[in-house]
């Protein structure tokens, strides 16, 4: 389908606006997206959903993608980071659409295989175990569960965060255990 | 490391430009930015870039301290911190642009482990979900997030009087 602002939200399934998606359960929400085929990473197991690309939608800006062009803010960017997606959603926050979670899983793919993203192995990344991406020239990093191979987040790392990557192999302290 | 001002400036001027965070790409300007890799000088350059980044937020850390104390005394929002400690980055980025360098040798050891303690909270809001149907085992609750911050914040206001 193609993007236009006035068709935004249709593409994911339940074909409405925001008024309608914020009454949706959680597990609606969470079906809604899961619709979006996954994008699989060349010669592994592992996989870039939907679900979990939409939850981590407010890091597109460290791939480079630019929010506006898919009726998003910075603010509504703000508010996933800061509430959630699902709150962000009940709260009537602009919808990540599909178009944009599909932009934001083909950049992963891309960088996953890039051959100048460096395989760092198996890592904890915020009490996670996972395998860990980094290219080392922009400091950003992707993650894949390790026990399910299923995408879990990536972002661009500050200076000192990646200097201690480099340094320690981790990425977050696990204040769960 | 110890900082030297006079090799930070040398390594400057001959390498590589940073890239700028959090441009918007195309799909072909992102595979060219993902070509690109660091040169020889590049860990080193960044080690010195980090620690003038470090003194920086040290100097300001009243700024942080007040921060931190508003979101513990009141509902979560951790977008002022992050907001404050990317302007903070971006300003030292500016200064290195025009070859103006910071000198954080002598305060440097009372700075150490600052913004590593920063940074620690701001990655702790990646795993807050308020919503408890939805929170994942890595996930925090508020009270959780928020006794997890006070500990830190304790820590920090002890050691960076």
């Known amino acids: 389908m193609e993007y236009s602002s006035s068709n935004q939200r249709s593409s994911l399934g339940l074909g409405d606006t925001n008024d309608v998606f914020k009454k949706l359960s959680q597990t609606q929400i969470k079906n809604a997206y899961s619709q979006i085929p996954s994008f699989s990473v060349e010669g592994t197991n592992q996989s870039i959903t939907a679900w979990l690309v939409a939850k ?10 630019d929010p506006d062009k898919y009726g998003l803010t910075q603010g509504d960017l703000d508010s996933i980071a ?15 659409n599909e178009q944009y979670v599909q932009a934001l899983q083909k950049r992963w793919k891309t960088f996953a295989e890039h051959k100048n993203v460096r395989n760092c192995g198996i890592q904890t990344v915020i009490g996670e175990q996972c395998h860990v991406f980094k290219h080392d020239r922009t400091r950003i990093f992707l993650s894949f569960k390790e026990d399910s191979g299923e995408s879990f987040t990536g972002y661009q790392l500050n200076k000192q965060q990646s200097l201690d990557h480099n340094k320690y192999g981790i990425i977050g302290n696990d204040y769960k255990n | 490391m110890q900082y030297n001002k006079r090799k930070h400036l040398k390594l400057l001027k001959s390498s590589q430009k940073s890239e700028k965070p959090r441009k918007i790409l195309s799909d072909e300007e992102f595979l060219k930015l993902l070509e690109s890799r660091p040169d020889e000088n590049f860990f080193e350059l960044e080690a010195y870039s980090a620690m003038m980044i470090a003194h920086l937020h040290w100097q300001n850390r009243e700024q942080y301290f007040e921060l931190i104390e508003q979101f513990l005394n009141g509902p979560i929002n951790f977008l002022d911190l992050r907001k404050k400690y990317r302007s903070i980055s971006d300003a030292v980025e500016r200064l290195k642009a025009e070859l103006i360098l910071l000198d954080p040798v002598e305060p440097y050891n009372k700075a150490f482990g600052f913004t590593e303690l920063i940074n620690e909270i701001i990655m702790l809001f990646d795993r807050y979900c308020p919503d408890p149907r939805i929170r994942e085992d890595y996930e925090f609750s508020e009270e959780e997030l928020k006794n997890l911050i006070q500990k830190i914040f304790i820590g920090m206001k002890n050691r960076y009087p």
């Open chain 1, 82 to 96: 800061k509430n959630g997606l699902i709150n962000h959603i009940r709260f009537g926050g602009a919808v990540p």
């Open chain 1, 56 to 65: 981590h939608a407010h890091h597109g800006p460290d791939f480079g993608l």
